[in-house]
């Protein structure tokens, strides 16, 4: 069974920061694309940062240049660095594998104006 568990939620006040992990195990780590992804109550869900097997990366406009995604093969984690947050980061954040219907049971960020 594939296993993603997120870690690094909370409550956080605005302009702080806040590091997201996430966990996976099940599968050949090394080989898989990763994404984070957040949804807000009552809003669809979207993809945050996104990173390939050989690392390249791609965001969310909205978070570009406050936001980085990365990994640690040898640890089989990925984590997301949220810096310069904002009220409106506030969300469930998820990890997914690649575009599979792995994901992750997510973590709360909460962000104070």
């Known amino acids: 069974q594939v296993q993603l568990v997120e870690s690094g939620g909370g409550l956080v006040q605005a302009g702080g920061s806040l590091r997201l992990s996430c966990a996976a195990s099940?599968?050949?780590?090394?080989?898989?694309?990763f994404g984070w992804y957040r949804q807000a109550p009552g809003k669809q869900r979207e993809l945050v940062a996104g990173?390939?097997?050989?690392?390249?990366?791609n965001y969310l406009d909205s978070v570009k240049g406050r936001f980085t995604i990365s990994r640690d093969n040898a640890k089989n984690t990925v984590y997301l660095q949220m810096n310069s947050l904002k009220p409106e980061d506030t969300a469930v954040y998820y990890c997914?594998?690649?575009?599979?219907?792995?994901w992750g049971q997510g973590t709360q960020v909460t962000v104070s104006s």
């Open positions: 997914r594998r690649g575009r599979s219907d792995y």
């Open positions: 099940g599968s050949i780590f090394s080989i898989n694309t």
């Open positions: 990173i390939s097997s050989g690392g390249s990366t």
